[in-house]
Nanobody
Framework: EVQLVESGGGLVQAGGSLRLSCVVS????????IGWFRQAPGKEREGVSC????????YYAASMKGRFTISSDNAKNTVYLQMNSLRPEDTAVYSC?????????????????????WGPGTLVTVSS
């Protein structure tokens, strides 16, 4: 059974930084990716970034480039999302998800087909 658990959320002032972590377990294939997604109150879920487990390739949603950086530590089965220069509009529940690489990349654009494994999410609140 695939399990994902996020941590690292919290309250931060505008301009501050946070690093989120996603620990993944139970995935039995090598060719998969882990993605970060967020959902703000009253808004649709949107993709942030993803990273390939097999070759470390990274992908970002167009609006997320520049302030967010995804990375991974395969030995720890952990994917990180470093978030800098945070803004109040970044306030959301951030969730990680795992799936076949092509599915996760497509999910960054809102196509969630095949995306069955999600963590419960961690809340990030950015105060002004």
């Amino acid at each position: 059974e695939v399990q994902l658990v996020e941590s690292g959320g919290g309250l931060v002032q505008a301009g501050g930084s946070l690093r989120l972590s996603c620990v993944v377990s139970g995935f039995t294939v090598d060719d998969y990716a882990i993605g970060w997604f967020r959902q703000a109150p009253g808004k649709e879920r949107e993709g942030v970034s993803c990273i390939s487990r097999s070759d470390g390739s990274t992908y970002y949603a167009a609006s997320m480039k520049g302030r967010f950086t995804i990375s991974s530590d395969n030995a720890k089965n952990t994917v990180y999302l470093q978030m800098n220069s945070l803004r109040p509009e970044d306030t959301a529940v951030y969730s990680c998800a795992a799936g076949p690489s092509l599915n996760v990349i497509a999910a960054l654009s809102g196509d969630y087909y095949g995306m069955d494994s999600w963590g419960p999410g961690t809340l990030v609140t950015v105060s002004s």
